[in-house]
């Protein structure tokens, strides 16, 4: 198992050394503590964590300011507020989403534990390629999703099957751990995993369009079951960003014979990816 760095900041000197403890003793991890946001930050600057474990109320600032700071330096950064639930101010989340754990809860260290591996141990080990600012790029993904024209993305989708005469394309949102079609034409080919996706190397292809002739002789894909066991031989994928310029989405094609795509096939689906962009935030009836 990879070693991960966490970083657990409370103000309470108990509370952080219980803390520290328990995770030093659950997880093989370089654990570090601070009592306040400046010590924390000069941490963070110096060395970034994998995990931060953090209180809400500090003296000189909140914990939602160190996982600001924690993502702008490592953009994987799982970050967990450890707090009392009263103390939280619930409208300071509308710009970020962090994990909570209620300090009162009967399980919180059980929950504490799960969220650890999941955000810092399987985050380290990840087989996928991971954009530079993933941290606000996922954020704007369940922003995209809350309030997406689906009719209107169906439509770019139609548009993109019946150009590349393909049976199945779609248009992938791609999340932390796992991969979700929010419209589709044909059969639904995408995996449900992340690290089984071929949408989450679009996010970091050049011209952030990939195009894969073959699969099957492609080492990227060759030996990922859930891409062999759909069928899908040729693949071209355009990033769909919103307008922050976060990456939101992938649009898809499959196909099920060996394609070469050229520099017009990259760029018509470009194209398409944004007018998709475009559509975002628009509702039903400004898209008729």
């Known amino acids: 198992m990879e070693s991960i760095a966490v970083l657990v900041v409370d103000r309470d000197e108990p509370t952080r050394s219980e803390l520290a403890a328990f995770v030093a003793e659950e997880f093989d991890a370089e654990v570090r503590t601070a009592d306040s946001v400046a010590t924390a930050t000069e941490m963070v600057e110096s060395e970034p964590p994998t995990v931060l474990v953090t209180g809400y109320e500090f003296a000189d600032g909140t914990g939602l300011e160190l996982v600001a700071l924690a993502r702008e330096h490592n953009p994987s950064c799982g970050c967990i507020l450890y707090t009392h639930s009263e103390t ?7 710009d970020v989403i962090v994990d909570f754990v209620a300090k009162e809860s009967a399980n919180d260290k059980e929950v504490l534990r799960g969220l650890i591996e999941q955000t810092g141990i399987e985050q380290t080990q990840a087989s996928h390629p991971v954009p530079d600012t993933e941290q606000q790029r996922l954020d704007a993904v369940e922003r995209f999703r809350e ?5 209107a993305f169906e439509r770019v989708v139609q548009l993109a099957a019946d150009h590349f005469g393909v049976d199945s394309a779609a248009l992938v949102v791609v999340r932390r751990d796992d991969v979700e079609a929010i419209a589709t034409v044909g059969p639904d080919l995408v995996p449900e995993f992340r690290d089984q996706s071929l949408s989450t190397h679009a996010l970091v292809a050049d011209e952030q369009v990939l195009g894969v002739e073959d699969t099957r002789t492609d080492p990227r894909f060759s030996d990922i079951d859930a891409v062999q066991d759909a069928g899908i031989v040729a693949y071209l994928g355009a ?7 976060e990456a ?14 050229d520099a ?9 990816a944004t007018l998709a962009g475009d559509l975002i935030g628009l509702d039903d009836g400004e898209t008729e």
């Open 88 to 94: 939280v101010d619930t409208e300071s989340f509308e």
């Open 147 to 151: 309030g997406g024209n689906i009719e």
């Open 239 to 245: 990033t769909v960003r919103d307008q922050t310029g």
């Open 248 to 261: 939101v989405a992938v649009l898809s094609v499959f196909g099920s014979e060996p394609r070469a795509f």
């Open 264 to 272: 017009d096939d990259r760029e018509y689906l470009g194209r398409l």
